[in-house]
């Protein structure tokens, strides 16, 4: 009886055609898995109390999309979205004046203007005027500046100064 199984399967498969599915037409778009565990699910549609969602780009092209955004933070319970543009000078000004229509739904950080820093002094002159911590780490012949932003952390060849003041 065990004999027979293994060709029994064979002819089995054979006879219904079946056949494992090929893993390029496998695709993560069409992956809806079912939870073996049974346990109550709870959809949260909107938030009890209001939210802040601290950290965002310029991702509206449109004021029509910038509409949509806004009704959408209404509809899920989010108060305020900190919008983080890296922008300076002209360029933040447009964004800034795209998102004030909205008055306190949106609050528009700028980025910083890194002219010149190779030059010596710049450093401290950035420090003083608040645009990166004073933290300084060296670290593979590059001193490490640390911004108020992960993206704002740059890296810059051997300081020209060493004579500068570190805190």
């Not at 969602?53 to 310029?58: G, V």
Request: proline letters at 4%; charged letters at 25%.
């Amino acid at each position: 009886m065990k004999n027979l199984l293994a060709p029994t399967l064979i002819l089995l498969c054979t006879l219904f055609n079946v056949n494992a599915q090929n893993p390029k037409d496998i695709k993560l778009v069409d992956y809806r898995p079912k939870s073996i565990y049974q346990i109550p699910i709870t959809k949260v549609k909107k938030a009890r109390y209001p939210a802040i969602d601290m950290h965002s780009h310029t991702y509206a092209n449109s004021e029509a999309e910038l509409a949509k955004w806004v009704k959408i933070m209404d509809e899920v319970g989010v108060e305020k979205t900190i919008i983080m543009t890296t922008a300076t000078g002209p360029k933040f000004d447009s964004i800034y004046a795209k998102y004030a229509v909205y008055g306190d739904r949106f609050e528009v950080w700028c980025g910083f203007d890194y002219t010149g820093y190779t030059k010596s002094g710049w450093i401290e002159h950035a420090v003083k005027e608040n645009f990166i911590s004073s933290r300084l780490d060296k670290t593979n012949g590059y001193e490490k500046l640390i911004g108020s932003h992960i993206d704002f952390t740059l890296y810059f060849v051997q300081r020209q100064s060493s004579k500068s003041k570190r805190y």
